[in-house]
């Protein structure tokens, strides 16, 4: 992942991923798994469609008065004890959160999966400021260790075998070999339950944020999430300023959505609901928590005809459904977020000129809208992307002169008709001339056209 | 309490790979732990609650830190049937992380603490909730390598509920 070179270069990622087949196997297999159990674990909702509508609706009226819903939940967190900060973008974010574990003398922070975190580079931030930042989360353990980024928003090793996994457990870590899960498993568990006491700081995200009462909440599963919230000393919590909700009475909505809509699962292991820093009369909990409240692009996408990308609750059920995620995995989108909500988010993120490639992303064949939790029209999105793109001048020469070419033949039934004799005597030496890029991929024009046939 | 809800939340929690079962009064209670858990095990039990100290009675081997017990043993602050969860709560010096850092949590659940809904039981604290309130349901897991299912990752492997 670079965020100097000029534009995300997706056809070559794709086109390098399509050719590795050990990476198709990984992703066909957890991809097919996750959609099965997603589609079970929907069958006990009896009105499935009214519950996404309730989740859209509430995501909405929050986005409706966003500014609001952040001072109330500025105040009550503040009230519960907790220190709350806004950063603009992710420089300011990175500086905060930096400067916070240096007039602590922190050395090492335990570090929860955090989107966001990724998104702003924070562990390379904090390495360059000699700050030893270990990912507590399976996943993204093994990744860290092999200095690889996310591919998947829930599970970020989803590209890695269990023998690759193996490999570099022993390597890196010098225990025995094993390609056994479980035994892996065991491994990060033991090495990594002395770093959760070491630790000075923990730094998680947060799934949403409550206005009502100032809480937080993460869902996981393994407890790594609820050991750095309350073990360290310090903890900092980063999250993006959309991630706000009303009031925990909404949670159970939620609750009902997010976890079925990731991994199949009814409800994950562990729901923590943080509120505040610990009291005096309480024995657990982080002495001090501070809150990064982070916009990095936030409000310009609110103002913008694309704001519904903000209702996102990072499910990643949009990418399990994806054909063009299915084949290509989540690397090949070359920045934070991959699948139908990543190239959108992205997009609007990181500006046309970076990121124009990416919309090509898509065949439009709406899956990923179909089992979006929060209805959110990606397909409608991501052709005003499209359609933004050739405003802008980021679309092809080619392209362009070929759609004008079309838009005008189409409407002059003359030039239709001329253009199609032409393709028919062409097709020989166009075929020829352009190899197998142009005959593979192009259809062969018919004897007789379709309107011919017909009359 | 119907018994309705407490037979939903004892096939939630089962589904969950949690394993729970009913007592039908807490005077068995003694007795169910003996018979439940390993004599030599160290076990954790802040014995804040009467249904704490009659557990305290069954223990061959008390410790007083948590973090190197092997087992905790404590009453939850409730039960939400829909979900089959437990949820805990750092309300009254309680340690949230009793129920995290032992490889076995055994849950003492009284029956009239289980909520039917999640909306239930959020509807009670969503205005003031404590410091920490952990919902848990089953036992540790992940499936991050290869979505192969590995119980106890961090938090412990094995969860008993006994709902009294």
Partial sequence: MSDHQTSL?????AARAIKNASLRGALRNATDT????????????????????????????VLDNLPAYLDQFTAAATRAGAKVHR???????????????????????AKGKSMVSEEIHLNAHLEEAGIEVVETDLGEYIIQLEHETPSHIIVPAIHKTRQQVGRLFADRLGVPYSEDPLELTKIARQVLRDKFFAADAGISGANFAFAESGSLVLFTNEGNGRMVTTIPPLHIVI????????????????????????????????VSIITGARKAEELTGAKELHIVLLDNGRSEILAGACREMLKCIRCGACMN?????RTVGGHAYGWTYPGP???????????????????????????????????IPLVELILKLRQRRVEEGYSS????????????????????????RMARIFWPVVSRLGGKDVAGRLPRPADRPFHERMK | MSSDIIERFLDNAGKAAANASRLKSARSLGKTLTELLPAEASVYCPGKSKLEQSAEKALKNPVGDYASAEICIEEVLAGIAETGSLVCSSDEGRAV???????????????????????????????????????ITGPSRTADIELTLAIGVHGPGQLDILVI
């Fill in chain 2, 97 to 135: 992380q009793a129920s995290l850092l032992p490889a076995r949590h055994v849950a003492l659940l009284p029956a009239e603490k289980i909520f039917a809904t999640l909306d239930d039981f959020f509807a009670g604290v969503a205005a003031d909730p404590p410091t920490n309130l952990t919902l």
């Fill in chain 1, 397 to 420: 020469s080619g392209t362009n002169l070929g759609m004008k070419m079309f838009a005008r033949a189409a409407t002059v039934p003359g030039l239709f008709n001329w253009g199609e």
């Fill in chain 1, 34 to 61: 996750f959609g099965d159990r997603r589609g079970s674990a929907f069958e006990v909702i009896p009105d499935l469609d009214e519950l996404r509508e309730r989740a859209s609706t509430i995501r909405l009226e």
């Fill in chain 1, 87 to 109: 950063a603009a973008d992710g420089a300011e974010a990175r500086g905060m959160i930096a400067a916070l574990l240096k007039e602590r003398g922190a050395k090492m922070v």
């Fill in chain 1, 239 to 270: 999250l993006s300023v959309e991630k706000l909700l009303p009031s925990l009475r909404e949670l159970p909505t939620f609750i009902r959505l997010l976890p079925r809509s990731a991994t199949g699962q009814a409800i994950t292991s562990y």
């Fill in chain 1, 321 to 325: 459904v994806c054909p063009v995620y």
């Fill in chain 1, 341 to 375: 909500m990543g190239l959108v988010l992205t997009n609007l993120l990181t500006g046309m000129k970076k990121s124009h490639p990416l919309v090509d992303a898509s065949t439009l064949c709406g899956a990923c809208v179909e089992v979006c939790p929060v209805k």
């Fill in chain 1, 9 to 13: 270069d997706f056809r070559a990622n």
